[in-house]
């Protein structure tokens, strides 16, 4: 089975027809919502480092607050730039963790 490395793709519209807003925030499989430890703490989480990591951006915050809760399958697609970019939540090791950037003519999977 392939990985979709491409989440909402449909959602993003095209290049020449974006749809929606600039960054889309999600996860890949399933949500945090769907475990033990529900969607509610990284909600606050990323609240908290969205005004912390400011520098950084709203993203970075999203991954970290995510990280922070075990949500290892958290990602986020940038519209706003060209080419556009997937991010996907890696863990490293059970404190290390980085963010993998893949352009768009690097996505792979389906549109499903």
Same mark, same amino acid.
């Given at each position: 089975?392939?990985?979709?490395?491409?989440? =909402?793709?449909?959602?993003?519209?095209?290049?020449?027809?974006?749809?929606?807003?600039?960054?889309?925030?999600?996860?890949?499989?399933?949500?945090? =919502? *769907?475990?033990?430890?529900?969607?509610?703490?990284?909600?606050?989480?990323?609240? /908290?480092?969205? /005004?912390?990591?400011?520098? %950084? =951006?709203? #993203?970075?915050?999203?991954?970290? $607050?995510?990280? /922070?809760?075990? $949500? *290892?399958? $958290?990602?986020?697609? /940038?519209?706003? #730039?060209?080419?556009?970019? $997937? %991010?996907?939540?890696?863990?490293? =090791?059970?404190?290390?963790?980085?963010?993998?950037?893949?352009?768009? *003519?690097?996505?792979?999977?389906?549109?499903?």
């Amino acid at each position: 089975m392939v990985r979709n490395l491409a989440p =909402g793709r449909k959602w993003i519209g095209t290049p020449t027809n974006p749809t929606g807003p600039k960054f889309f925030l999600g996860y890949e499989w399933q949500a945090p =919502g *769907d475990k033990t430890y529900g969607s509610i703490n990284v909600l606050d989480k990323w609240f /908290d480092y969205w /005004d912390f990591y400011q520098y %950084y =951006g709203f #993203v970075y915050a999203w991954m970290q $607050a995510n990280f /922070d809760n075990l $949500a *290892d399958n $958290a990602s986020a697609i /940038d519209v706003s #730039v060209t080419p556009r970019v $997937a %991010y996907h939540l890696k863990r490293l =090791g059970f404190m290390t963790w980085q963010i993998e950037a893949v352009t768009e *003519d690097k996505w792979v999977g389906t549109d499903n």
